[in-house]
């Protein structure tokens, strides 16, 4: 009885040494950091992007512009053939913009997770149409020295492709390491790894995302941020049909 | 003795031979007539939809025909194309790349099918042109951003000649494919072409991002009915064991089995004929041989045996059935001769596979002769039998009393 007493005061300790409780307030304020990593209040980037399938690789070179989760613009600037082809998202609606049939096209809200440009991000991806702190249950799982391990279940409104997302974040330094992405029966779909960290003034950024499915053999896309301005002043007017539509 | 005295039979009651003679003759000619009517209607729809489409044999990628996916193409189309040319059984060939996108124009979208290839090369193959409404006859065919669009996509998308056409679909790397193109030619009602856009074969490349490949060759041969053959002696010059060869019965499966089903439905209107002209026969026959039960009973009774009696009969009316092929023939080979020449004219246009036929077509084929032969040289062995039964059976005396 004794020693049933003393093990489980053991376990008890351990678990409080491995996992100190975490306040909402807590978990919420990482979770806008995760969601906030590239974007800030306003962010201005250029990236390549390389898909890889079994079939073909191809990269692609882009700028970006965002404010908030709210409003994101993406244009091609590489290669040739697809210049200028242009994504805008302002609040939950969104559009693409094909310069050389001069052709703006909507993306449904049921297009949310189909594929980017044929890589295995999803437009939500880009377009950050949820967000982790509003739109999902956060649960604590472990909590170390280094990192954060964080499940996320989407609440009831939230139209996710996911059943449940289980985040990884670096104790200290608030950036993502890992993202899994489970299904609703609770299978592995895919895994964003955050790679080559990089400090970008007082903040801690990973410059490379790398995203496995893992339901397709040798197949992965890859973002490489060349460059991200963060907190820089924005016109109001980036984030609108008239800019989507212009000649670049 | 026992011919002699069959064809002695035949002859001594004329009018009663030229009427079955009659008989058969008409049923002949009515069986040769629907099997050469049936085998030419199918063909002129094999011929109509071979020629105008899918060519009579097409090479693929293997992989390709599995999941469709543009990545499986082939890669080496312009040397597998100039070694099929060698070959002296194939007409035509033509290389073309198909695949689907989205259409817009003048604020409306449609699904289109899009299909790349060389003018001059599909021209020779399918006749495309043959079947363009209008056209700007400045120039030959698809080509660059030029393209011809079916009478559905011009029509519901609401475009004349020289409008522009704005497409999308997915490149083979994945990229979103999207060009403007130019309506230079716009295609008559018909199936095929109905939702196509036409686009020449560099710019279908360019446009889903495949350089230098196509999805599939489409080969056109001198003679259909040589498939077999000349699928063996392709294998050799693909010079690539991904690729596949394969005749068009595979290709457009179901049309062709809908069309076997359709002459499984014609073989029971061929036996409702048969029967009927069986049923005539016997008929003939048997009052003939009713009209003689006192003329078998004396046979009998003077000793003849029952079964030379039995061959007699059936001797008679084989007999009988030889001379109404031989007339039968003659009579039908005038008729299909007559038929295979001038056609039977609709009154009203008739549409099958989607296709319009005008005209019933009817084939001059050596098995339009023979198979209805077989089936009334069958049937009459076969109504032959009742009576030399009864021959059998007669007892002398029941039949000398029969007056």
Same mark, same amino acid.
């Given at each position: ?248 | ?213 196509? $999805?599939?060759?489409?080969? #056109? =041969?001198?003679?259909? &009915?040589?498939? !077999?053959?000349?699928?063996?002696? *392709?294998?050799? @010059? ?54 003689? $039960?006192?003329?078998?009973? #004396? =046979?009998?009774?003077? &000793?003849?045996? !029952?079964?030379?009696?039995?061959? *007699?009969?059936? @001797? ?60 009334? =040289? ?26």
């Amino acid at each position: 009885m004794k020693f049933l007493i003393f093990s489980t005061l053991l376990f008890y300790s351990f678990t409080q040494a491995t996992a100190q409780p975490m306040t909402d307030a807590e978990l919420k304020a990482l979770l806008k950091k995760v969601d906030r990593i590239y974007r800030s209040d306003t962010s201005h980037s250029t990236m390549t992007m390389k898909i890889k399938t079994p079939q073909f690789e191809r990269s692609l070179t882009m700028e970006s512009w965002t404010r908030g989760l709210d409003y994101t613009f993406m244009t091609i600037l590489a290669p040739v053939k697809d210049k200028g082809i242009s994504t805008l998202k302002r609040k939950s609606k969104m559009w693409n913009y094909f310069p050389k049939i001069n052709k703006v096209i909507k993306i449904p809200p049921s297009m949310m997770l189909s594929s980017w440009m044929g890589s295995d991000f999803t437009n939500d991806d880009f377009v950050k149409e949820s967000s982790y702190q509003d739109d999902y249950f956060a649960k604590l799982l472990k909590r170390t020295k280094v990192m954060v391990s964080i499940e996320l279940t989407p609440k009831s409104d939230t139209s996710s492709l996911w059943g449940k997302v289980i985040i990884d974040i670096h104790a200290a330094k608030y950036y993502p390491i890992k993202q899994v992405f489970y299904d609703e029966s609770g299978e592995k779909i895919r895994t964003l790894e955050f790679s080559h960290v990089k400090a970008l003034g007082a903040r801690m950024v990973p410059m490379k995302m790398t995203l496995t499915p893992h339901h397709k053999k040798d197949q992965y896309t890859e973002i490489l941020y060349n460059k991200i301005d963060f907190d820089v002043p924005l016109k109001a007017s980036v984030f609108t049909r008239r800019n989507l539509q212009k000649r670049r | 003795m026992i011919f002699k005295l069959a064809l002695r039979n035949i002859f001594r009651q004329k009018r009663r031979t030229v009427l079955t003679i009659m008989m058969m003759c008409f049923g002949y000619t009515l069986l040769a007539f629907t099997y050469a009517l049936s085998e030419g209607s199918y063909n002129s729809i094999i011929e109509a939809f071979t020629s105008q489409s899918t060519g009579h044999l097409q090479i693929h990628n293997k992989s390709y025909l599995e999941n469709q996916n543009l990545f499986y193409s082939i890669t080496d189309a312009p040397k597998m194309i100039q070694n099929l040319e060698r070959d002296k059984s194939i007409k035509a060939v033509s290389a073309r790349i198909t695949g689907g996108a989205l259409a817009f124009a003048n604020n409306k979208t449609a699904g289109v099918k899009i299909v790349g290839f060389n003018a001059l090369k599909e021209q020779a193959l399918t006749h495309y042109e043959n079947r363009v409404f209008e056209k700007d006859s400045t120039i030959n065919g698809p080509s660059g951003t030029y393209v011809y669009i079916g009478k559905k996509v011009a029509r519901i998308l609401k475009l004349k000649l020289g409008d522009s056409l704005a497409m999308i679909s997915s490149g083979v790397d994945g990229s979103i494919a999207n060009d403007l193109y130019t309506v230079k030619g716009i295609m008559k009602g018909s199936p095929f072409d109905d939702n196509s856009v036409y686009l020449g074969l560099n710019a279908a490349q360019e446009f889903f991002s495949l350089h230098n490949q196509v $999805t599939h060759v489409s080969v #056109l =041969l001198h003679n259909i &009915g040589s498939f !077999p053959a000349a699928v063996n002696r *392709m294998a050799p @010059l693909l010079s690539n064991t991904k690729y596949i060869v394969r005749p068009w019965q595979k290709i457009e499966s179901s049309f062709y089995k809908a069309m076997e089903a359709d002459k499984k439905g014609n073989t029971i209107t061929e036996l409702i004929i048969v029967l009927m002209v069986s049923i005539g026969v016997l008929n003939t026959i048997l009052m003939s041989m009713l009209e003689r $039960t006192r003329e078998f009973g #004396l =046979l009998k009774a003077l &000793g003849t045996k !029952p079964l030379q009696l039995a061959g *007699m009969v059936t @001797l008679e009316v084989l007999l009988t059935s030889f001379i109404s092929l031989a007339i039968g023939v003659v009579l039908a080979y005038a008729v299909i001769y007559y038929f295979s020449i001038f056609g039977i004219q609709y009154s009203e246009p008739m549409t099958y596979g989607g296709m319009t036929f005008s005209e019933l077509t009817v084939e001059f084929s050596t098995k339009a002769f023979l198979r209805p032969a077989v089936v009334i =040289l069958l049937s009459s062995a076969l109504v032959a039998l009742v009576p030399s039964y009864r021959v059998l059976k007669l007892k002398p005396i029941d039949g000398l009393k029969d007056f």
